[in-house]
């Protein structure tokens, strides 16, 4: 049986789940409509436009360092592009990319993976929320 307590922090951390899902959702358009190239400038514009989400967008930029710094092993990589460069130069080759604007599609598909995840997490909390009740 969950406890009162245990209630209060599923229903925060749905909160933030949430939010998560809110704002990657604005960097989603903000890149797909071409207004922002990086998901991390994305971000920042959300934090200065949308101060609610502001501790959301600081998460969610160090889960992007975090990520891309893990794989960096000592490099210094900022960006998904940079990543592609170091860790997929044939791949990068084989598209003939000349501009960070053909990067676009594999941001979004990032997003969209990263949009997923947090989905499933919500709905494990969801029904984490609902087991208590009962």
């Given amino acids: 049986m969950k406890t ?24 989603r358009m903000m890149i797909a409509t071409k ?21 959301v967008c600081l998460i969610l930029k160090g889960y992007i360092s975090r990520v891309l710094g893990a794989a960096a092993e000592g490099k210094d990589i900022t960006t998904y592009s940079e990543w592609l460069e170091i860790y997929r130069p044939k791949f990068v080759e084989s598209l003939k990319i000349s501009s960070e604007d053909q990067f676009r599609p594999g941001r979004l598909a990032w997003i969209d993976w990263m949009l997923e995840q947090l989905f499933e997490d919500l709905y494990r909390l969801e029904a984490d929320q609902s087991s208590a009740r009962t």
């Fill in 4 to 27: 009162g307590d245990d209630i209060k922090q599923i229903k925060a951390k749905r909160k933030l789940v949430s939010q998560k899902i809110e704002t990657l959702a604005i960097a």
């Fill in 35 to 55: 207004g922002e190239d990086y998901i991390c400038d994305a971000l920042d514009e959300i934090f200065r436009d949308i101060p609610r989400l502001g501790h």
